[in-house]
């Protein structure tokens, strides 16, 4: 199985927070998953965690390279931009990164992560959606020691969630 590309400062292990969560679930595949995830807009109706997207640069309503747009979670105001985006393609997985960053650079609020995600179509029409992120800030040291772990809970119901939507298209 691939693993995410991580660039320099956002290295699992070398981070102030890390969290991964993966699914493999049958009869979905790599292009019924990309469109839900490729749409920010689309986030908020099938994971309650996510709120108010929107683009810059009258870019949009699809995410691709060097796009930045904004979204809230956690409670936090994201300012992102992806940093990978590979569409899925036969043999090869969907890949989409992106940096996101809250606060003022050097205050004590700043949070900086890379959320990345992987999406591969396995053998006996299997898909594998792992998703990760790296932090780095005071908020990531206070949200690496919370239990339950709200990043880890958190993305686990937005896997669930762009899956339930998955299927729900499908029965359509």
């Known amino acids: 199985m691939n ?12 981070s102030d927070n890390f969290c991964s969560n993966e699914v493999i679930v049958s009869c979905l595949n790599s292009k ?12 908020p109706t099938y994971y309650q965690n996510s709120a108010n997207p929107r683009f810059y640069d009258d870019k949009g309503p699809e995410l691709a390279q060097d796009v930045r747009f904004y979204f ?11 940093t990978e985006y590979i ?13 996101g960053w809250a606060g003022e650079e ?4 700043r949070l900086d992560v890379l959320h ?22 005071k908020p990531a040291k206070e949200l690496a020691k919370a239990k339950p772990n709200p990043m880890i809970n958190g993305h686990q119901e937005w896997l669930d969630g762009l899956v339930a939507a998955a299927r729900a298209r499908q029965s359509r």
């Open 87 to 99: 569409a899925p393609a036969d043999g090869e997985p969907a890949r989409l990164s992106w940096h």
């Open 32 to 43: 019924e998953i990309w469109p839900l995830l490729n749409q920010p807009l689309l986030w």
């Open 72 to 82: 809230e979670t956690f409670g936090f105001p994201v300012e992102a931009q992806v």
């Open 116 to 137: 990345a995600w992987l999406i591969e179509d396995l053998s006996d029409n299997r898909v594998r959606i792992l998703t990760q992120e790296v932090q780095n800030g």
């Open 106 to 109: 050097g205050s004590d609020d």
């Open 3 to 14: 693993a995410i590309n991580w660039p320099d400062g956002f290295v699992p292990g070398f």
